[in-house]
């Protein structure tokens, strides 16, 4: 069988202007990045056409160490419409550096369903990565700076908010301390380090609706907070002109293709376990604008990516889905059935029947949002007819849901026919009703996060560190209690108990502390122990990663 590299590499990828000419963008309207990649400009967004496209969210059960393969689906899915002859365009989240040399290796799909080129996707790709770290800490280092020249006019904050960002996994960022040596190496400081996909201008980025309101939310971060309690804001450092100049290229969505040289946007790349979870809502609308059918992805389970999706990117932006795929594996159902994880890929007929308890939380949840939901398996050689039957005699009999086999990672868009027809046939026959939100805006901050954690994880209670409780009274005294709530949590359990698989109920669900994320307009509530800075593994994949004889090897 051949690698996704090898894939990859005899894949004979069309000139972008040609991909871009095939969903009717001209070669002129487009800043070409090499060959095979390009800028796509904000203008080329039309509200009108978007009105008639269909758009469809893909997300999946709770997420395992072993993956589920939303990715694979999602291009798979537009390959597969694109197949049956539909104009399909899908839209991704750019992979981190962290998870790629980390834990996880390349992010750009698998086997025949694939974004390409995928080494540049997976590596510095345009830029926008970059930019974002690098705008994120320039702020930093401004902020600082005016610290330390206005320090002698009695100038100080009570508190700074604003850490540093990089797109490494790093433990030993997490906590730092700046400033040391003489004093004109700046104010001693106790600091830190999160991954970019956790900076609130990635946040910002992604749900911006234009280049003006991209520089409204950067004047609104809050840096810190003065000694009388007011919030020192970028408006008051005066620095919003330098942030979007250093964001001007990263507005634009980025245009790529698939195996199959269909069209691709890729843009943006928050984490759903500790941000919201979703690509730009520039790129959502532009394949809106140029497709037939727009497929979009949220990360994590849909307790984490597809109810930030909702709650948050649809809520502020107005988009609705006309349906939602949710993505399943049998090893992952057993692995929630509580087979252990070293033997998920032996038959299980009964550890697999008591993991679907995990599939039907998630598909309860999805239908509360108003969602009509098909659920998809990523069949793997390991898996049996027999558990493929059990599964599909559950959906169907039980759920009352479509059920579908995917063969895109191995036959591409001819695997993924009989799935992107089901999905044509579900949103002409019975599409989503109007959505449904989990909270109102004018709930209190609390409430919000305690009917996300009752309604959609199962929590019994809610608790609220002390924390927790200053930061959602500095929010409520600012004006900020109509802004919808991101929750960050494992993304291995309804739960905050990374260990609690399966549909996790009853539980206490404790929120440590609260991050106030003023310019991306939302607040994000810290669950138990997951943390914005991720640590390698004992054998990270930067350690198969090579370059050899002018290829990279181990990027998949």
Not at 98 to 121: D, R, T, W
Not at 185 to 210: H, K, R, V, W, Y
Not at 343 to 348: G, H, L, S, T, V
Not at 388 to 400: D, Q, S, Y
Request: hydrophobic share 40%.
């Amino acid at each position: 069988m051949m690698t996704d590299l090898e894939i990859a590499h005899a894949t004979e990828l069309q000139p972008i202007a040609q991909v871009a000419e095939s969903i009717g963008i001209a070669a002129d309207d487009i800043e070409n990045y090499g060959r095979h990649i390009a800028k796509v400009p904000l203008r080329l967004i039309s509200e009108e056409k978007m009105k008639r496209s269909h758009l469809i969210l893909v997300t999946s059960i709770t997420a395992t160490r072993a993956g589920i393969g939303k990715t694979t689906v999602s291009i798979g899915l537009a390959l597969g419409l694109n197949h049956i002859g539909k104009k399909a365009v899908v839209a991704l989240r750019e992979p981190s550096l962290g998870p790629c040399f980390g834990m996880k290796g390349g992010a750009a799909g698998g086997g025949h369903a694939q974004v390409l080129p995928m080494e540049k996707i997976n590596l510095h790709f345009t830029g926008d990565f970059h930019a974002i770290t690098s705008a994120h800490n320039m702020i930093a280092a401004l902020l600082d700076n005016y610290l330390y020249q206005h320090r002698a006019e009695g100038f100080g904050l009570k508190e700074i908010l604003w850490r540093r960002v990089l797109d490494v996994n790093d433990r030993s960022l997490r906590s730092i301390v700046t400033g040391l040596g003489p004093s004109t190496n700046g104010i001693e400081t106790q600091a830190g380090f999160d991954i970019t996909p956790a900076s609130e201008l990635m946040a910002i980025l992604c749900l911006a609706t234009d280049e003006n309101d991209l520089r409204r939310r950067v004047e609104q971060i809050v840096l810190g907070y003065r000694y009388d309690g007011t919030p020192f804001t970028v408006r008051d450092l005066g620095v919003a002109g330098s942030v979007m100049v250093l964001l001007k290229d990263a507005l634009q969505p980025n245009l790529v293709q698939t195996t199959e040289n269909t069209a691709a946007f890729v843009h943006g790349g928050p984490f759903a376990n500790i941000a919201h979870g979703c690509n730009t809502l520039f790129a959502t609308k532009m394949a809106l604008s140029h497709s037939e059918y727009t497929i979009t992805e949220a990360g994590f389970g849909a307790d984490l990516g597809a109810e930030k999706f909702f709650d948050i990117k649809c809520r502020k932006s107005g988009l609705q889905p006309d349906l939602t795929v949710l993505v399943a594996t049998a090893q992952g159902l057993k692995m929630h059935g509580g087979v252990p994880l070293d033997q998920i890929k032996a038959p299980n007929l009964n550890g697999l029947r008591d993991g679907l308890a995990n599939l039907d939380k998630h598909v309860r949840n999805l239908r509360s949002f108003g969602q009509t939901v098909v659920v998809v398996f990523n069949r793997f050689a390991e898996d049996t007819d027999e558990e493929m039957t059990l599964l599909r005699t559950h959906c169907e009999n039980v759920l009352k849901a479509p059920f579908v086999i995917n063969n895109a990672y191995a036959e591409g868009g001819a695997g993924a026919a009989e799935l992107a027809q089901v999905v044509v046939d579900t949103i002409a026959k019975n599409p989503s009703q109007p959505l449904q939100f989990q909270y109102a805006d004018d709930d209190p901050i609390r409430t919000k996060i305690e009917k996300v954690a009752k309604q959609i994880y199962g929590a019994a209670t809610v608790s609220f560190a002390a924390p927790a409780l200053r930061r959602i009274k500095t929010a409520e005294e600012n004006g900020m209690s109509h802004f919808p709530v991101c929750i960050a949590k494992t993304q291995f359990s309804f739960s905050a108990d990374a260990k609690r698989y399966g549909a996790a109920e009853g539980f206490d669900f404790e929120i440590r502390d609260i991050v106030i994320n003023a310019g991306a307009e939302m607040i994000v509530a810290i669950a138990g122990d997951i943390l914005r800075m991720p640590g390698l593994p004992k054998q990270p994949q930067a350690l198969h990663i090579d370059y050899v004889d002018g290829e990279i090897t181990g990027l998949s």
